[in-house]
């Protein structure tokens, strides 16, 4: 993809339908405020490398999160 010349007729078919996990992700950002901030954010150590683990501290509220992704 261009980010300039790319064009609709360029897209593909979507195979996955994400507008469930988009609009869960919106409400969860929604009710809390350290997720519609930039905010210090540090990727904690961790043994298994399927596993990530970010914590993530507000500047305007005492609001603190620790977010798991796995793989």
Excluded: G
Aim: charged share 20%.
């Amino acid at each position: 993809m261009h980010v300039v010349n790319t064009r609709s007729s360029d897209w593909e078919q979507p195979n996955i339908d994400l507008c469930a996990f988009i609009t869960a992700v919106n409400a969860i950002k929604s009710q809390y405020a350290i997720f519609r901030e930039e905010a210090p954010t540090t990727i904690l150590p961790y043994q298994n490398p399927n596993i990530l683990l970010m914590w993530k501290a507000s500047v305007r509220t005492h609001e603190e999160a620790l977010i798991e992704l796995t793989h």
